[in-house]
Nanobody, 125 residues
């Protein structure tokens, strides 16, 4: 499966963005999906994950209450709505597909087997 992120850009602190991750090559409807981010000089970190049906979602503590992950399986697309952005949210954001059915593992990079190329999000203070 190929994953392509879009929707990144430059936004002022307190603003919002919605990222999209479009999949092609195969359906992602049967797979949980996740978003990660990587800031300059830092490790890639978990942001959010969503079950295959969309019924269950999980978030890193740093984004809980501000970010919302969702999916539209008919469009083979996953979204990340980001509100109340601050400078610490500046990073390249990646979407990824996991092969794991265990939600307890979804914050771990190693269970994701397909990654997009990333989209840059820059928050100016």
């Amino acid at each position: 499966v190929q994953l392509v992120e879009s929707g990144g850009g430059l936004v002022q602190a307190g603003g919002s963005l919605r990222l999209s991750c479009a999949a092609s090559g195969r359906t992602i409807a049967s797979f949980p999906m996740g978003w990660f981010r990587q800031a300059p000089g830092k490790e890639r970190e978990f942001v959010a994950a969503i079950s295959w049906s969309g019924a269950s979602t999980y978030y890193a503590d740093s984004v809980k209450g501000r970010f919302t992950i969702s999916r539209d399986n008919a469009k083979n697309t996953v979204y990340l709505k980001m509100n109340s952005l601050n400078a610490e949210d500046t990073a390249v954001y990646y979407c990824a597909k996991t092969y794991s059915g265990y939600s307890s593992s979804w914050s771990t990079r190693g269970v994701y087997d397909s990654w997009g190329q990333g989209t840059q999000v820059t928050v100016s203070s």
